[in-house]
């Protein structure tokens, strides 16, 4: 699945064309390396995402298309939060 559509369907960004524009700043990362919104990710993979001031770490438990509301939490796993230095 591409990032974008991943940030969008976990609910960690609420629209797929503001997940677009923060992957194409180089404030999201998959395992170390700058990810761009077309980039792949599959279940197992370390996103850290810079939302203003805060560096949110998250895991990717698993990866489906479609998900309801209450179930979007399911698919990652907040690591960590700390403030950006």
Request: one cysteine or more; charged letters at 30%.
């Amino acid at each position: 699945m591409r990032l974008d559509k991943f940030l969008k369907v976990s609910r960690l960004i609420k629209r797929r064309t503001l997940a677009k524009e923060v992957c194409d700043q180089g404030r999201i990362t998959i395992n170390g390396q700058v990810a761009k919104a077309g980039s792949a990710i599959k279940a197992g993979d370390e996103l850290v995402v810079r939302f203003g001031q805060k560096l949110v770490t998250v895991r990717i438990d698993n990866v489906r298309e479609m998900v309801r509301k209450d179930e979007a939490a399911t698919m990652y796993t907040i690591i960590s939060e700390a403030p950006v230095s």
